[in-house]
Nanobody
Framework: VQLQASGGGLAQAGGSLRLSCAAS????????MAWYRQAPGKQRELVAS???????FYGDSVKGRFTISMDNAKNTVYLQMNSLKPDDTAIYYC?????????WGQGTLVTVSS
């Protein structure tokens, strides 16, 4: 399973961006998807996750600002990022669990200017 992320770019503080990540293989059942991020010099951290049934989880730093959603028919996960802060600057990675196997997508860079 390959995961293709898109939607990163440059935003101003207070602005918004929407990330998308689609699984390339059709006919698979994705049990859950998530977004992680890694800022320069920091460890990768979980931003948000969502199960196929719609149960979501958010990291404390993004609660109330980011929204994760998943289109099961398209095997695609989205991350709506509002009220962006310079601290949100990082490479964002999507992930998926398919048949008990964990997959990483390539990263997409998000840069938030002050």
């Amino acid at each position: 399973v390959q995961l293709q992320a898109s939607g990163g770019g440059l935003a101003q503080a207070g602005g918004s961006l929407r990330l998308s990540c689609a699984a390339s293989q059709s006919g698979v059942t994705i049990h859950g998807m998530a977004w992680y991020r890694q800022a320069p010099g920091k460890q990768r951290e979980l931003v948000a996750s969502i199960t196929r049934s719609g149960t979501s989880f958010y990291g404390d730093s993004v609660k109330g600002r980011f929204t994760i959603s998943m289109d099961n028919a398209k095997n695609t996960v989205y991350l709506q990022m509002n009220s962006l802060k310079p601290d949100d600057t990082a490479i964002y990675y999507c992930s998926a669990i398919v048949g008990g196997t964990f997959y990483w997508g390539q990263g997409t860079l998000v840069t938030v200017s002050s």
